[in-house]
């Protein structure tokens, strides 16, 4: 069964640190695709990045990066020189190669203070 | 070019009622996807419509339905609410309605069962 688990409910840092947003999964497929989303106050979930299963080169996006490791099933996402407007819920999601739909993680909650 | 929008915004229900959501995809977009968020979890499927065609469903009961149109919007129903359907209902869509496919999220419309 899939299943996606992001063990950080709340995390508050002060603008300029980093923080590394943690996100393991499950599944049964060789082939999967996983998703980072971001989701500001105004509920709109924005797409961040998708990854393959067969992929595990680590991606930098501006400040953004994200670690693949299939070893260790994770697949987390770091926030380097955090900045006020990274505050919002931050989905972690799984989708296998044979299934129409996305499986969500219960998501983590970023706070930047100034 | 328009985002997925999603109508009504926000729609107060009493249980017992019948509430009808409405999305209209990105223009070009073949398939629409609805998941249901409760407040302070992640997005649970629902159902994936592609080319007027079900695709996928998730583990919701029959009071659940939704449809596609020529046009490629699409209509979330729910009969008999109960409380437990208060939520934020998400609609996104997506070119081929394939996993390898962007999904791009509306607003959503979220519903209050009194």
């Known amino acids: 069964a899939q299943k996606v688990t992001q063990a950080q409910t709340e995390i508050s840092v002060v603008e300029k640190e980093d923080v590394t947003l943690d996100c393991v999964y499950e599944t049964r497929d060789t082939t999967y695709y996983l998703f980072w989303y971001k989701q500001p106050p105004s509920g709109e979930l924005v797409f961040l990045i998708r990854?393959?299963?067969?992929?595990?080169q680590n991606e930098i996006s501006g400040r953004y990066s994200w670690n693949f490791q299939k070893s260790t099933s994770s697949f987390n996402f770091t926030i380097t020189a955090s900045q006020v407007v990274d505050s919002a819920v931050y989905f972690c999601a799984l989708s296998e190669r044979s299934a129409s739909k996305i499986i969500f993680g219960s998501g983590t909650r970023l706070s930047i203070r100034p | 070019d328009a985002g997925v929008t999603q109508s009504p915004t926000h729609l107060i229900k009493t249980r017992g009622q019948h509430v009808t959501l409405r999305c209209s995809p990105i223009?070009?977009?073949?398939?629409v996807s609805w998941y249901q968020q409760v407040l302070g979890q992640g997005p649970q499927f629902i159902f994936q419509y592609y080319e007027k065609e079900e695709r996928g469903r998730g583990n919701f009961p029959d009071r659940f339905s939704a449809r596609q149109f020529p046009n490629y919007s699409s209509e979330l129903n729910v009969n008999a609410l109960l409380l437990g359907d208060s939520a934020l209902y998400l609609c996104?869509?997506?070119?081929?309605?394939?996993?390898?496919?962007?999904?791009?999220f509306g607003p959503g419309t979220r519903l209050t069962v009194l």
């Open positions: 996104a869509s997506s070119s081929l309605g394939v996993v390898t496919d962007t999904q791009y």
């Open positions: 223009s070009g977009h073949k398939s």
């Open positions: 990854r393959n299963s067969f992929d595990e």
